[in-house]
T-cell receptor, first 113, second 111 residues
């Protein structure tokens, strides 16, 4: 597609349920990032992929969070046993290795009730 | 992240100039970026500067880079109400040009 696509755009889930967030990067972009932005806060780095491997997972807040990327393209971020503090906008970005200008998706707004 | 720091808030009067500052820690940074996030929207790239440059101007935007002090600034001339947004500084570094973002500066333009 023309830009980074994230789905769903909004997700309301009950506390304790698992959720999957999807990111479809720009075709050919090797780098993919997940960030979290809580209300009124800055960007919190979660994980970074280069191709299918994740050289930096340091930002994942707990072992309830995991992410994978297959075929060097689509990535899913999974949050197990969601908690209210997981409520935030989850942003995905992709970039080429060469100049690394990152293009962001519109984000998934997750609300845990 | 902790490697890139910005002040959190800036209030400016319409028509004045805004200056947003950023400091970074890694001298091997190759590119430095400014992103803008309007309310309810994703981040959009405003401008970037290569690390061997001191200044870049693009219409109302001026980016200044002091590599010795690892200091980056964004000046917006004739600030308008549409400039109200969160501005993020970012750097790319290392062999794989991994991006690191600051926490963002919320700019409020008052009439």
């Amino acid at each position: 597609g023309a830009g980074v696509s994230q789905s769903p755009s909004n997700k309301v889930t009950e506390k304790g349920k698992d959720v999957e967030l999807r990111c479809d990067p720009i075709s050919g972009h090797t780098a993919l990032y997940w960030y979290r932005q809580s209300l009124g806060q800055g960007l919190e780095f979660l994980i970074y992929f280069q191709g299918n491997s994740a050289p930096d997972k340091s930002g994942l807040p707990s072992d309830r969070f995991s992410a994978e990327r297959t075929g060097g393209s689509v990535s899913t971020l999974t949050i197990q046993r969601t908690q209210q503090e997981d409520s935030a906008v989850y942003l995905c970005a992709s970039s080429t290795r060469i100049r690394s200008e990152a293009f962001f998706g519109q984000g998934t707004r997750l609300t845990v009730v | 992240g902790e490697d890139v720091e910005q002040s959190l808030f800036l209030s400016v009067r319409e028509g004045d100039s805004s200056v947003i500052n950023c400091t970074y820690t890694d001298s091997s940074s190759t590119y430095l970026y400014w992103y803008k996030q309007e309310p309810g929207a994703g981040l959009q790239l405003l401008t970037y500067i290569f690390s061997n440059m001191d200044m870049k101007q693009d219409q109302r935007l001026t980016v200044l880079l002091n590599k010795k002090d690892k200091h980056l600034s964004l000046r917006i001339a004739d600030t308008q109400t549409g400039d109200s947004a969160i501005y993020f500084c970012a750097e790319s570094r290392g062999e794989d040009y991994k991006l690191s973002f600051g926490a963002g500066t919320t700019v409020t333009v008052r009439a």
